[in-house]
C-alpha cells in the first residue's frame, strides 16, 4: 500500500495498551500488542510463525505472549521460547518485533527498518499528561484513506457546516488564516473573531461570543495536532473583564490499516477541572459524538472517490493546509524509494 | 458498465424528491435529487467538486443544495454560489446537473450526452395520474443485474410458481401469446382462460373463476407496462351477468445502479376505490409482499450466474419477450458505440 | 479453484437430507439435494437450466424437484420434464446429476468425471450407525481453506490450548506421537499418559486423570476419523480396578466450498448411553461449543494469511501428519492433471 514506512506511526493509546493482547492493522500488517509485568509495551508481529493464527488471540503470560492455538510462548523480543512437542526449535521461531516507544500516554510503532528507528523522533504529545492539563482520548476506525482526515483537520472551515450541530459555530466561515511551512513541519494560525457560540457551548449553558485562535501544526506521516485558545469577543487574555479563557490542544494521528481505511487516534487536553472525572466523561462522549460526525462523511466521500477516483476537483484557500501536507508525504515517499532503490 | 446512456432512465417516482436529497447511483455515478421551493426537481452529481463528499449528505436551502462538509452552496443548476473563505472561485465549481423530467408522477434522467435529451420522449406512464385511476408505488433495490428483471417481467409464466403464495394462480400455465415487435417497442398479448382466484384474491373474498389479458409493452432502455383486464371466466366485459371488471395497469422501471444491481421502480394504477386511502396502503403492502417474491428469487439468479457466468442456459417459449427485449437493447448499444466512434 | 476433483466429498448428513432442498457449494459449484419418497437421495446441479434460478428455492413433488421460479419439473436424473407453454424441450433441458451414495448417516458427492465414481470406494464411516454405537453430528461452515481444517484435526497438540476451556488437558503437551503413511491413507497414533481432566469432564462430575490413545486416520480429499480410547491413568482396560473406560469416535469431513471457505461435517459416535437423547443433545451442544472454538481460530488464521499469503511459517514436529496429509493431496492433484491432459 502507498504509505511512508520510515515513520513513526500511532500504535495506540498507553491506556489500551494491557495485559490482554490488542490486535491492529498497521500498513497492512497485523500487530500486536501487550503491556509487560515492568509495565513496558511490546509490538510483535501478529501473526504465529507456526500456522499464522493471530498472536492477540492468545494470553499474556508474565512478560511472554502465548499464542492461542498451540500454544507457542514468545519472549518480548518475539522469538519462540517454547512449543509443544518438542525442545529443539527450528530456524525462523520468531516473529517480527517492532520498534515501539511511549511517551506522554501515546505509543509509537515503527513499520519500516528498525535500523532507521530513533526513539528520540517519536512524537511527544506532551499536553496530554503535562502537569496542568488533562488529557483524554480514544481511538476511532475510519473507512478512509489516512490523508482524508489529514484534509479535514487541516481544513476547519467544515466546523461550520459538518458540526454545526455539535462544536461549530455557524459565523466561522471567514477566519484570517496563515501558513508556515518547513521541511517537515507544516503550521497555520487561524484566527475567527466575534464567533457565535456552538450548540454544545449552549447546551453547556456558555453563551458568549468568543475570538478563537486555532494553532494546527502537521507533522508526517499523519500527526496533526490543534492547540486552541478563547477568550470573549474583541477583549484579550490580559483584560480583566474578559470572561472566557477556553485553552484546549486536540491531538490527531492517523495510522493507516489499508489504503481506504484508517485508525484515527485523538486526544482531548484541557487546563480546566484536570481532576474532575465527571468532566472528562462528558468530553470524552461529546467528542466522540462530534468525531462521528466525521467518520460518517469521511467513510461516505470515500465511498464516492471509489466510484471513479478520477473524477476532477477543485481546491480552495481552506486546502492550504491540506495540499501542503501531502507535497510533504510525497516528497517522503519519493525520497523512500530512493533510498530503498540505492539500498538493492 | 454495459448500459444504455443516451436513454431517459427512472430516477424516482415524484413523492421519493421533496427538500430532503435523495442520493442514488445510476449507471455507476452518484446522483442527488431534491425539489426547489418552486416544485421544480433537480437532479445534481452527488459529488462534491471540492472534497468529493456526496451532496445528499447535505441540506436545500431555498432553491440551492448545501454541501454538508465544507458549506458549498449549489445553484439548481449545478454552479457552485458560495465556498468558504473566498469571493472569487476557481475554474470548475460546479458539478453536472443532468436533463430531468417528471411526468405523471415519475421522474425521469438523462445519464448521457444532454444535448441529445428530448423532455419529449421521457415515458408517460399517464396511468399513474389520469382521472379515474389511483396510482401508487414504491423503488425496490434489487441486487441483480436490471435485464433480469425485464426477463421477469416479460415471462409472465413465473407468476403460478413465484408468486403462488400471493398474485399467482395455480393454473395459468397454458397462456395465449403473441408478440408484436417495432423498432424501439415491442408488445405481448398473454390471454389465460378460466384461472383460479390467487390466494391474495381469496384472502379478498374473491373466489370467482376469470379470464385475464395482459398486454405488456416494452420500452428501451427498461421499462415494462402491463395493462391487465379480467373479466368472469366465459363472459364478456358487456355480458350484464359478468360480476369481474378489474382493470390495473403495473409500470415498472428498472435502472441499472452497477452491473448486478438495479433499482426497481413499480407503480399500481387501479380503477376502484379510487380515493380510498385504506386501499392504496393495502395495495402497496401487499405488491411489495409480492414483489419482494421476485427480489429474493432475482438475488439468488445473480449470485448463481456470478459463480459461472458462463453455464449454458435455455430459453422456453415464453422467454420470446425477454430475448427480443435485450436484442433491443444490443442493437441500440451498437448504435451508440458507433456514434461514439463517429464522434472521436 | 485449486482442489481434488474425482474423489468422494462429504455433501450431507444423511439426517439433512430431508423433502425440503438443500442448496450447497462444493468446489464452486453449486449443488442441491433432496430425498425421494422411496428413501432415496439425489444431488443434482442448483442452477436451473432455463434462467439459472437456484432449485434449492423450489419444492420436491413426489420423487421430482420443482423450480420455484417458472416451475420447470427435473425427474431424480435431472432431466426436465415439464416446462411452462410447450410441450416440446429444447435440447439441454436438463441439469447435471451428480453420483451420490449414503453409507452409514453420510451422504458423499462425486465432483468429477461421472465415469470415474465408483460408490465402493465412498468412506464408509460405520461407528456412525453400528450396532452398540450412537452418532450423532452437524455441518460447520467455516470461512477458511478446507485444509487448515485437516492441518488442525492431525496436530492435537492444539487441544491444551485452543480448547483448554472445553475439551483439552492442560497437561497434554508431551504425547508420544508415530505416524503410519500409506499411499492414500495416513495414519498416527498419539499417546499422553496422565492426563488431567478436562473442564468439560470436570462440569460432568469427571475427575479422574486418564491415559489417552487417539488414533488419527486422514484419507483424501478431507477425511479424518479420530478413534479416542481412555483408561484410568496407569491401568488397563482389562484391569478390574480401572474405573475410566471411554471409547469415542470422531468423524470429520471438509468439502471446499471456496479457496477460503469449506464445509465441515463432523459427527460423535459413543458406545455408551447410545439410547439417551438426553446426552445425544448434550454431547451436540457440548462438541458445537468446542468446535466453535477451532471455526473462530481458522477463520482469523485465513485472514491473517489473506494479508500475506507468502509470509513464512515454521513446522513443528506436531505437523507431520497435517505435512504429509497435504503431500498426498498435491500428489493427487498432480495425478489428475496428467490424467486430464492426457484425456485431451
Same sequence: chains 1, 2, 3.
Avoid at 490488542?22 to 503491556?35: D, H, N, Q, S, T
Avoid at 494470553?59 to 521460547?81: M, S
Avoid at 475510519?142 to 462544536?167: E, G, Q
Wanted: hydrophobic share 40%; with cysteine; proline share 6%.
Amino acid at each position: 500500500m502507498r504509505a511512508l514506512r520510515n515513520q513513526w506511526y500511532c500504535a495506540a493509546l498507553s491506556h489500551e495498551i494491557t495485559q490482554a493482547p490488542l490486535g491492529r492493522i498497521f500498513l497492512g500488517e497485523p500487530v500486536v500488542m501487550y503491556r509487560k509485568s515492568d509495565g513496558g509495551a511490546v509490538a510483535l508481529e501478529d501473526r504465529c510463525c507456526h500456522r499464522r493464527a493471530p498472536l492477540s488471540r492468545g494470553q499474556v503470560e508474565g512478560d511472554n505472549l502465548r499464542c492461542g492455538y498451540h500454544g507457542l510462548l514468545y519472549e518480548p523480543g518475539g522469538k519462540v521460547i517454547w512449543a509443544p512437542g518438542q525442545d529443539k526449535l527450528p530456524p525462523g521461531a520468531q516473529v517480527k518485533s517492532y520498534p515501539f516507544v511511549e511517551k506522554h500516554g501515546w505509543a509509537w510503532i515503527w513499520m519500516g527498518d528498525p535500523a532507521l528507528a530513533d526513539p528520540k523522533t517519536a512524537p511527544a504529545f506532551h499536553w496530554y499528561d503535562a502537569p496542568g492539563w488533562a488529557g483524554c482520548g480514544a481511538c476511532l476506525d475510519v473507512k478512509a484513506n489516512y490523508l482524508l482526515l489529514v484534509d479535514n483537520l487541516l481544513d476547519l472551515s467544515h466546523l461550520a457546516f459538518l458540526h454545526i450541530k455539535t462544536i461549530g459555530a455557524a459565523d466561522d466561515t471567514d477566519p484570517h488564516l496563515t501558513w508556515e511551512r518547513q521541511d517537515n513541519l507544516l503550521r497555520g494560525v487561524r484566527i475567527a473573531r466575534n464567533l457565535s457560540p456552538s450548540q454544545r457551548q449552549i447546551a453547556q449553558g456558555d453563551t458568549l461570543r468568543t475570538d478563537s485562535t486555532k494553532i494546527m501544526t502537521f507533522t508526517p506521516p499523519a500527526n496533526v495536532v490543534i492547540e486552541i485558545g478563547a477568550v470573549e469577543a474583541g477583549k484579550t487574555e490580559a483584560d480583566p473583564t474578559n470572561r472566557v479563557n477556553r485553552k484546549l490542544v486536540v491531538l490527531d494521528s492517523m495510522t493507516p490499516e489499508t489504503d481506504t481505511s484508517c485508525h484515527y487516534f485523538w486526544g482531548n487536553c484541557r487546563n480546566y477541572a484536570i481532576d474532575d472525572a465527571a468532566v472528562t466523561e462528558m468530553v470524552l462522549k461529546s467528542t466522540s459524538v462530534a468525531f462521528d460526525e466525521d467518520k460518517f462523511m469521511l467513510e461516505a466521500e470515500q465511498r464516492i472517490i471509489d466510484l471513479n477516483p478520477a473524477a476532477p476537483q477543485i481546491d480552495l484557500i481552506g486546502d492550504a493546509g491540506g495540499l501542503q501536507a501531502r507535497r510533504i508525504v510525497e516528497r517522503l515517499l519519493a525520497e523512500e524509494q530512493v533510498a530503498a532503490r540505492a539500498a538493492e
